[in-house]
C-alpha cells in the first residue's frame, strides 16, 4: 500500500464497503456523539467522515490531535445505514472505521476556523492565506479559476491561435498607470520597467510574422486597489491578430466568452450576439462605458427641454431623465429612499414626477414644469399612467456617474432588473483624445497605440476632441472585461497621434524606438484585446471582489502580508545596485 494514501477522501463509495484503506488529510472537524468520535477527514478531493471507539488506540490518537493536523489512517469502509447517509457528500452512504493513525502534522491554535465562513477580517485572513484557502468556497474559487485558464487555453488553441511568451523585463511605457521599476546591478543609475501589459511585444510578433498570439500574461501595475481590481498584478488574456478589422477580433473573442460563461456560469444563459453600443451613446442611456445590460432602463438626454427654463434646478445644466414603468403607485418611502441612494453618490437630491391616471404629473419639482416641458417629457420619454421620471442635472460627467448608478439601483428595486444571465456587450468608438480639466491639456483618453478613426486626415483636420479611435471594451453585467484596439501600425500616423498629445517627434523616436523601427520594415494592419482573466473569474464564481479568486493577493496597501513585502534591502544589497534611498520627510 502506498506510504500515505490508497484512495483520496472524495473517492470512496458504497461499492467499497469492507475495503481496507489507507487516507491522509486535514482534520476538518470533530464530534463526541455518546463516546463515539466521528471526524470529517479532508484533502484536496473532498471528505471522508472517520469513526473510532471507545478503548481503540485510533480514539486516544484523534481525540488529542486539533484540528487543521494533517494524519495519516488506517482502516476499513462500513457502510452509515440508510438514516445516516450524508446526501451533501460524495462519500456520503460510507465511513471508515480507523484501526491505526499517525501524526504527520500538528497544527498550532487556529486563528481562525477553517471548517466555516465566519466574519474573520481581509486583513487576518491574507495574513494566514495558506489557511484561508483551505476554506471550502477559497478552494472552490481557486479551482474554478484553474479549469478557466485550462479551457481558456484549449479554445484558443481551437481557434487558431498560438501561444507565446513575452519578456517580463523591459522598458518604461506610457500605458496609462505607474511602473514597477527594477534596477539593473549591471548597468549602474538604469532600470527596467514590469511590463504593464505585452502591449508592443505582441505588437511585434504580429510584425515578425505571426498571425494569432495569445498568452495568459501577467502584468504590473503601480496602482491603487479596487473591488475589481488588484493592486500590482494581474493576468489577462492577451491577444492580437494580424491583417484584421475591429469586427475580425469581435468574432473569436465573442465565440471565447460565450462558450466559457456557458460552460462555468452554472447554467446562466449568456446572451447572443453581443450589442456594439458607440460610447457616446452608452454615456448618455447608461452613465456609464461599463453598463449593466441587466437593469431594463434607460436614461434619455433632455437638456435642450430646459433651455431657457426658470427653473433654477435645471436651467443652463445637462439633465438626463429615468423614466420607470409600474412605480406610480410606490409609498414615499420609495422615493426617498432612492434619492437618499443619489446622494450617497454625490447628488445634492433626486428630482422626480408621478405620472397619474389623466396623464398629469404630480410630485415635488411638478408646479416648476410648464405645459410644452410636460408635453416633450410624455411625448420623449413615452410617459404612461404608472410611471414615475427621477431627473438629475449638473456637469456631464457627474450626472451620468450619479444617473448611471440610480438606473441600475431602480431597476432593481422597481423589478426592472433581469437576474440569472450574462449581459455582454462591446462598448466601440471611443473618443483617441480627451481634456484634462485642470490644465487644458488633450492627452489619450484610451490606448495610445490605437489607429484612429479617419488616419492621418483625421489628426490633421479636426477637433481631436472629435476623432474617434478603433477602440473597444467588452463588458459583462457592468464589468469590464477588456479593453482592446486596432493598432496604429503606420509610423507617420503614430508620430501625429502623439504629437497631438504633447509628445514632439524626437520623444517619440526615442521612447518607441523599437516599435518605429519595426512598423518602417512592413508592419501589416493588426489589432487585439486583452480581457482580465481575473474578472472573469470573478464574475463565473459571483464574487463581489476580485481578490477571493486570486491565491495570493496583496491587501489594498499592495502589501503581502502573509510574506511581509515589501520589504527594506540592507545597505550591501543596495550598493550593489547602484542604490540610496531617500524617504519622505515625516509631515
Request: hydrophobic share 40%; charged share 25%.
Amino acid at each position: 500500500m502506498h506510504r500515505y494514501r490508497s484512495h483520496t477522501c472524495g473517492e470512496l463509495r458504497a461499492s467499497d464497503v469492507g475495503t481496507d484503506v489507507r487516507l491522509s488529510g486535514w482534520l476538518h472537524n470533530r464530534r463526541d456523539l455518546g463516546g463515539i468520535l466521528f471526524i470529517d477527514l479532508r484533502d484536496h478531493y473532498g471528505i471522508t467522515q472517520l469513526v473510532a471507539r471507545p478503548g481503540t488506540p485510533a480514539y486516544e490518537a484523534l481525540d488529542k490531535v486539533t484540528k487543521e493536523s494533517t494524519v495519516r489512517v488506517d482502516g476499513k469502509v462500513v457502510s452509515r445505514g440508510t438514516d445516516n447517509v450524508n446526501p451533501d457528500l460524495p462519500t456520503g452512504e460510507v465511513e471508515v472505521e480507523v484501526g491505526e493513525v499517525e501524526l504527520l502534522g500538528a497544527a498550532a491554535p487556529l486563528p481562525f476556523t477553517i471548517n466555516t465562513e465566519d466574519g474573520v477580517n481581509e486583513e487576518r485572513r491574507l495574513e494566514y492565506r495558506f489557511l484561508d484557502l483551505r476554506r471550502e468556497r477559497m478552494h472552490r474559487n481557486i479551482m474554478l479559476r484553474s479549469s478557466v485558464i485550462a479551457s481558456i487555453r484549449s479554445k484558443m488553441v481551437a481557434l487558431g491561435f498560438n501561444e507565446m511568451a513575452t519578456p517580463i523585463l523591459s522598458a518604461t511605457s506610457p500605458e496609462g498607470a505607474r511602473d514597477f521599476v527594477v534596477p539593473s546591478r549591471l548597468n549602474p543609475g538604469k532600470f527596467y520597467a514590469l511590463p504593464q501589459a505585452p502591449q508592443q511585444f505582441k505588437q511585434l510578433l504580429m510584425i515578425s510574422g505571426f498571425d494569432r498570439y495569445f498568452q495568459i500574461a501577467p502584468c504590473f501595475r503601480d496602482e491603487d486597489a479596487r473591488a475589481d481590481r488588484s493592486p500590482g498584478e494581474f493576468y489577462q488574456l492577451d491577444v492580437e491578430m494580424s491583417f484584421v478589422e475591429q469586427e475580425d477580433v469581435f468574432q473569436p473573442i465573442e465565440k471565447l466568452m460565450t462558450e466559457l460563461f456557458e460552460e462555468f456560469g452554472g447554467g446562466q444563459p449568456v446572451t447572443s450576439p453581443f450589442p456594439r453600443i458607440p460610447f457616446r451613446e452608452s454615456m448618455v442611456k447608461y452613465g456609464s462605458d461599463k453598463p449593466d445590460l441587466r437593469a431594463k432602463l434607460e436614461l434619455t438626454d433632455i437638456t435642450d427641454v430646459f433651455e431657457g427654463s426658470e427653473f433654477k434646478a435645471f436651467a443652463g445644466k445637462h439633465v438626463r431623465a429615468l423614466p420607470v414603468p409600474d412605480v406610480a403607485a410606490q409609498s414615499r418611502k420609495f422615493f426617498d429612499q432612492l434619492g437618499d441612494f443619489a446622494v450617497t453618490l454625490g447628488a445634492k437630491g433626486l428630482a422626480w414626477v408621478r405620472v397619474t391616471e389623466d396623464g398629469s404629473l404630480t410630485g415635488p419639482i411638478a408646479k416648476f414644469l410648464t405645459e410644452e416641458n410636460i408635453a416633450e417629457l410624455t411625448k420623449r420619454l413615452s410617459l404612461a399612467p404608472g410611471h414615475a421620471v427621477f431627473f438629475g442635472a449638473g456637469e456631464f460627467d457627474e450626472v451620468s456617474k450619479i444617473m448611471g448608478a440610480v438606473r441600475v439601483e431602480a431597476a432593481k428595486r422597481a423589478g426592472h432588473f433581469e437576474e440569472g444571465v450574462f449581459r455582454f456587450c462591446w462598448i466601440v468608438d471611443f473618443p483617441m483624445y480627451e481634456k484634462d480639466e485642470e490644465t487644458g491639456k488633450i492627452d489619450f483618453s484610451h490606448n495610445p497605440f490605437s489607429m484612429p478613426q479617419g488616419g492621418l486626415e483625421a489628426l490633421e483636420t479636426q477637433d481631436p476632441l472629435d476623432i474617434l479611435g478603433w477602440q473597444y471594451d467588452i463588458v459583462c453585467n457592468g464589468v469590464e472585461l477588456s479593453s482592446g484596439a486596432i493598432r496604429n501600425h503606420e509610423p507617420e500616423i503614430m508620430l501625429k497621434a502623439f504629437e497631438i498629445a504633447g509628445y514632439d517627434r524626437d520623444t517619440v523616436e526615442e521612447q518607441f524606438a523599437g516599435m518605429l523601427r519595426a512598423f518602417r520594415f512592413g508592419a501589416p494592419p493588426h489589432g487585439g484585446i486583452a480581457p482580465g482573466v481575473d474578472r472573469i473569474v470573478m464574475l463565473l464564481a459571483e464574487e463581489p471582489n476580485i481578490r477571493e479568486t486570486i491565491a495570493f493577493p496583496l491587501n489594498g496597501n499592495a502589501q503581502d502580508l502573509m510574506m511581509g513585502a515589501p520589504t527594506e534591502l540592507d545597505e550591501t544589497r543596495l550598493r550593489e545596485l547602484h542604490l540610496s534611498v531617500r524617504k519622505p520627510q515625516p509631515k
